[in-house]
């Protein structure tokens, strides 16, 4: 069955141990032959000997290595026999680690559907797999470039097998991942690609997502359609700016750079719409609808109009990206795009899974896996007056 832990909050020992009892489950540590000294162990994982000593007795009481006084402690040796008799239950069965890094929002269900998706799958498999979670986000760009590259260096040196990952670091992390994937650990990526990473990943077409969105509302006879979107240069960011575009080329509307207002996002995660409505609402003629790149943005837009006696859609539609207030305990006003997340974490690890059963030293096939989104219509756009 699937285990979840925060790596953080397991003993350095017990960690230290998992590695360990890895090795020997890939073959690395044989039957019967001597793992490294105590002094060679504590020099490889910066840690102190105490430490490996745990780590050492808690295998030893697994069975999976032998300790003798003053000397090496070796792997166990098994029969072929008592091999064929063993079950999953055995306390010497290794647990397999994988990790699922995911930005832990406050107020973004998105990441909790995938996970527990990714949980449900590992249940249903005959192997033991220990799922380590890791955070990688914080209020600020420089905060979340940091957590992201401290843990991709802790799942580079602690014997982790595979990695699920939604990519928050940009090009600020690509060394992080580059040594990640020259220690072979398998890589699956989640919602935005990297150009440079031939890995595989699960995630939707934001270009043509972006552009059925734009399309409805110009269908409601809208016409002066602005984005509100966030700098940074993830292709899902630029994939939205592009069906915007793109939808609106098709009826014949040039777009307007000025409809267009990114916020900073490379400097605040969540930063507040109150600089956004300031722009919209200066503008020579004020838009008759905004269609912001995800439903946080959108809400927090919303609110702000609002607050300001804007009637929302009355005089200003607001259109979303992602459907997360579904997972809400009051009904939603936001139309928006449908974003499949659980069917996301399920595609993630089955892929995860398949890559980690190919033949040793089979050439691994790239995978790229586009679900599909959809339109959801709430109440937060209305038909211009005549149309």
């Not at 000997?49 to 007795?57: E, I, P």
């Not at 991709?152 to 990640?180: A, F």
């Not at 915007?244 to 777009?255: F, H, K, N, Q, S």
Request: overall charge positive; hydrophobic content about 40%.
């Amino acid at each position: 069955m699937a285990l979840v832990n925060n790596e953080l909050r397991l003993p350095a020992s017990d960690r230290l141990a998992n590695v360990i009892a890895e090795r020997v489950e890939s073959g690395e540590y044989k039957p019967g032959d001597y793992i490294p000294t105590e002094r060679e162990l504590a020099a490889e994982f910066r840690a102190n000997r105490s430490t490996v000593r745990t780590a050492l007795s808690t295998l030893a009481d697994r069975n999976i290595v032998t300790r003798i006084p003053g000397h090496r402690s070796r792997v166990c040796a098994r029969s072929a026999s008592h091999n064929d008799r063993r079950t999953a239950r055995e306390p010497y069965t290794a647990v397999r680690s994988l990790a699922l890094m995911c930005p832990q929002t406050p107020d973004y269900p998105a990441f909790p559907a995938i996970q527990r998706s990714v949980l449900q799958v590992l249940s249903d498999t005959e192997a033991p797999y220990n799922l380590k979670i890791f955070d990688n986000w914080a209020y600020t760009f420089a905060g979340t470039v940091r957590r992201e590259r401290q843990a991709l260096d802790s799942i580079r040196t602690e014997g982790i097998r595979g990695l699920i990952l939604w990519h928050q670091g940009s090009i600020n992390t690509l060394l992080s991942l580059q040594r990640l994937r020259e220690a072979g650990v398998p890589l699956v990526l989640l919602d935005r690609r990297n150009p440079a990473l031939a890995s595989d990943f699960v995630g939707i077409d934001n270009i043509a997502a972006a552009r059925e969105a734009t399309r409805y509302l110009l269908s409601l006879g809208h016409r002066r359609i602005m984005l509100l979107t966030m700098e940074g240069p993830t292709m899902t960011i630029r994939g939205r700016e592009q069906g915007y575009r793109d939808a609106l080329m098709e009826w014949g509307i040039r777009p307007n750079p000025d409809w267009i207002y990114r916020l900073p996002s490379p400097v605040d995660m969540l930063p507040p719409a109150t600089l956004a409505a300031d722009y919209f609402l200066s503008q020579p003629e004020l838009p008759t609808a905004i269609f912001a790149i995800n439903d946080h943005l959108a809400n927090a837009l919303m609110s702000e109009l609002q607050s300001r006696g804007y009637d929302i859609p009355g005089q200003i539609s607001i259109m979303g990206f992602d459907d997360m207030d579904r997972h809400g305990m009051h009904p939603s006003p936001l139309t928006t795009v449908h974003q499949p997340f659980e069917l996301m974490g399920k595609k993630a690890i089955e892929l995860m899974l398949s890559g980690l059963a190919e033949p040793k030293g089979a050439k691994h096939q790239v995978q790229q896996v586009i679900l599909p989104t959809r339109l959801v219509i709430r109440t937060s756009c209305r038909q211009i007056a005549g149309k």
